[in-house]
Nanobody, 128 residues
């Protein structure tokens, strides 16, 4: 069983940085092999933002639409999956979700169907 709780959402001004945190709690029988952030804007499908293998420096990728503005990281000591958007834009307004999978990230890592567990989501609004 895995429990995911996102935090850090709210309203941010355009051009300002945005940092989201997902607290990951997994029981000892569950092995997490892929972790990701998704987002869903009103009227749009859920889209992958970034994925990462758990641990330090073990592979990650970003959606092409966000590449250069976003960083994903996993703090194993704190059991958190973090997402930072360096310069928020109005198009970043969405509900952001973290998700985990017991399958490796090497396939379909930006497909929502891959992931077994999801957080409840945190609303991010980029507005002046």
């Amino acid at each position: 069983q895995v429990n995911l709780v996102e935090s850090g959402g709210g309203t941010v001004q355009p051009g300002r940085p945005l940092r989201l945190t997902c607290k990951v709690s997994a029981d000892t029988t569950t092995t997490l092999k892929c972790m990701a952030w998704f987002r869903q804007a009103p009227g749009h499908e859920r889209e992958g933002v970034a994925w990462k293998r758990p641990g330090l420096g073990l592979g990650l990728a970003y959606a092409s639409s966000l590449k250069g503005r976003v960083t994903i990281s996993h703090d194993k000591d704190k059991n958190t999956l973090n997402l930072q958007i360096l310069m928020a834009l109005p198009g970043d307004t969405a509900v952001y979700y973290c998700a985990t999978s017991q399958d490796d990230c090497s396939w379909a890592a930006f497909e929502a169907e891959k992931y077994d567990y999801w957080g409840q989501g945190t609303q991010v609004t980029v507005s002046s």
